[in-house]
């Protein structure tokens, strides 16, 4: 299923692919993510619904190295012709040139195989194209860093939405900071909490939950200020 977060805004939410995928139209066609292993088609057919044919995806932006994320980029590369970027300091993961990390503690392992239980496996290694970095802009939004979960997690932001990537957990009502079992440095995660809340926005676009389009700065510097406070 895909539907546009706002009518006229040209963005889009894409479900159904192991993380909500973003489709950006204007200016220049462009993938936030691509979802797990095997999911590739079902993104493309949601494209397809919108009249969107997969020569038109130029650029395909990696929010981090996580295999629920990065396992469709192999069959959408080859599909599009797209050139795939991520932030440097998660490429490595993706390019096969490091191995993701092994999860240390039990809860870590548990966690991990469930997500490997529900398809979204090993993803294949992928050439890229860009390494981005913090302050970089792609079409007119500025890459954030906001490592915590992996070193080289990003947050997309431009005007008022924010693509968030893993950084928060969203609900009808609040926001919640990130399961801790995903979370590989809680230091680094605390930090990049704290730099988004100081930009200005109002649309949350999150990769597992739906979009949050009221309030949504306010409701992030809440969570911040309640955890500074703890």
């Not at 980029?73 to 300091?89: D, V």
């Not at 979204?120 to 890229?128: E, Q």
Request: charged share 25%; net charge positive; proline share 6%.
């Amino acid at each position: 299923m895909i539907y546009e977060i706002d009518k006229g805004t040209g963005l889009f939410c894409s479900e159904g692919a192991g993380c909500r995928v973003y489709f950006i139209a204007r200016p220049e066609p462009m993938l936030i993510d691509t979802g797990a292993m095997g999911r590739g088609d079902a993104i493309l057919r949601d494209l397809a619904s919108i009249g969107v044919q997969p020569i038109q995806i130029r650029k395909i932006i990696l929010t981090h190295h996580h295999v629920g994320h990065t396992g469709g980029l192999w069959l959408l590369k080859r599909r599009c012709g797209a050139h795939a970027m991520a932030h440097k300091a998660d490429a490595p993961y993706i390019t096969g040139k490091r191995p993701r990390r092994s999860s240390r503690r039990s809860v870590e392992r548990a966690f991990h195989s469930a997500i490997a239980k529900v398809g979204f496996g090993d993803a294949m290694v992928v050439s890229l194209e860009r390494l981005l970095d913090d302050g970089d802009e792609i079409n007119g939004w500025r890459v954030i860093h906001t490592p915590g979960q992996t070193p080289g997690h990003i947050c997309l932001h431009k005007r008022e939405v924010l693509i968030s990537g893993d950084l928060l957990m969203a609900s009808a009502g609040a926001f919640r900071p990130a399961p801790p079992q995903t979370i590989v440095d809680p230091v680094a995660y605390r930090t990049s909490l704290q730099n988004v809340a100081h930009l200005d926005f109002e649309i949350i676009l999150p990769a597992h939950n739906p979009p949050y389009v009221v309030d949504a700065g306010k409701k992030v510097r809440e969570l911040v200020a309640g955890l500074e406070r703890a």
